[in-house]
């Protein structure tokens, strides 16, 4: 197999309801579509969702993180290209290129991901998957963004709280992770995405949170452009984490 | 020109982010759907956005009503038709039929638009607009669902208030159409969407509304599965009507 042929591209299109107010795609709609382009070139090669659901297994997003030169304009063409970095035996490691209708690439995303069976919700061997031949398509393309770091907020106090509803849930009863992402930017003000531009964008899933559940929102400053953002539910458990920083 | 040359048809997939805990496709997403299939068919034809904003005149959405026998599955494949069924002076009425995958219709919308001035904000008059070409794509394609009727709300305790955030404003500055869609859906437990499904949803926006509004939500149940919804900003002024049946 060529390395080339180990890419997904996929196009794409940044359509009216999918831009912010400044007319860039937002940065919920990009994870989405990212999302989806794994879940595309996971299906093309057999080692998809679907394919999974038949034997009770289903891939659990880990890590996101997102970094950005540009977005795409409304009603601009673009496209995502998507390959595995790394299979280790839990996790794999997924990279994302985003390249605007010139053909120049503007973003890069690293995402990592675990498989677990739906029965008793423990990790499963991604080496064994398919005979193991999610392997063959472990590419060299490079990535030439920091992998998603480590996270941490000491803040006790919560500057949002938010009670999930009907929108919020996804076919597994969960909240989905691009609602986090919304819920997340929602934090800040208007004033501050006119001003500056998010250039990097992390999002640590830790556990699923349900409809109903009350999400506190903990949010540190760390430096003069980055944030730090840990999500709880219902005043304990950690549900999300993640790191926003603007330029 | 035949009355088929006439119909716009657009494919989509249920994308895994764009159901709902069902495994059905959102109203919101349906929504997002049906105003870009507008948009497509507007342009295609000389008279979509992004010709009108050359000469400094836009679309803006009056109404709309979707009425569903089914909704679309989590990966299914479906399609929107729509075409224009009349055109006034100030207004004109364009329609939509959702097709699944078998080719069977499996539900209808019908919206209403004006054409305004962007300076102005004055209504303009659709029958000179591209040497009153419109007027050649009104197509004789039955819609057999009632148009969006009257929207009457007594009830003056609103039941929600929401601040709107950096994630429902459009590249206008505004709350963007289909936020107003989620937001209404929201106001609903999640039973009511376990027990029942949303078989006719309509929209009524009346005027705008900013970053930083407080929206009030003030419901009235109407017969045993049907809800009227009128939405305040800032306590005063009605910025949208909604009517929600369920079965």
């Given at each position: 197999m060529t390395e080339d042929s180990k890419i997904g591209t996929y196009d794409f299109v940044a359509e009216p309801f999918h831009v912010d107010f400044t007319g860039k795609l937002t940065m919920g709609v990009l994870g989405n579509h990212l999302l989806n382009c794994a879940g595309f070139h996971a299906s093309e090669r057999g080692f998809g969702m679907a394919t999974l659901n038949e034997n009770h297994y289903t891939w659990v997003l880990s890590r996101l993180a997102i970094e950005l030169d540009a977005l795409p304009n409304q009603y601009e063409k673009f496209s995502i290209q998507t390959w595995v970095e790394n299979v280790y035996r839990l996790f794999t490691d997924r990279n994302f290129a985003l390249v605007n209708q010139e053909g120049k690439t503007i973003g890069y995303a690293r995402s990592v991901w675990a498989m677990i069976s739906m029965e008793t919700r423990k990790p499963a061997d991604l080496l064994t998957l398919h005979g193991g031949s999610?392997?063959?398509?472990?590419?060299?393309?490079?990535?030439?963004?920091?992998?998603?770091?480590?996270?941490?907020?000491?803040?006790?106090?919560?500057?949002?709280?938010?009670?999930?509803?009907?929108?919020?849930?996804?076919?597994?009863?969960?909240?989905?992770?691009?609602?986090?992402?919304?819920?997340?930017?929602?934090?800040?003000?208007?004033?501050?995405?006119?001003?500056?531009?998010?250039?990097?964008?992390?999002?640590?899933?830790?556990?699923?949170?349900?409809?109903?559940?009350?999400?506190?929102?903990?949010?540190?400053?760390?430096?003069?452009?980055?944030?730090?953002i840990e999500v709880k539910k219902n005043g304990t458990e950690v549900v999300v984490r993640s790191k926003v920083i603007f330029e």
């Open positions: 999610i392997v063959d398509y472990v590419c060299d393309k490079p990535c030439p963004i920091e992998k998603p770091g480590r996270i941490k907020v000491t803040e006790t106090n919560p500057i949002a709280e938010y009670q999930t509803k009907y929108s919020d849930i996804d076919v597994n009863g969960h909240v989905n992770s691009i609602k986090y992402i919304e819920h997340i930017l929602d934090l800040f003000p208007l004033e501050q995405f006119k001003e500056k531009r998010v250039c990097r964008f992390e999002m640590a899933y830790v556990a699923e949170s349900y409809y109903g559940d009350t999400l506190s929102f903990y949010q540190e400053k760390v430096g003069a452009d980055e944030y730090h």
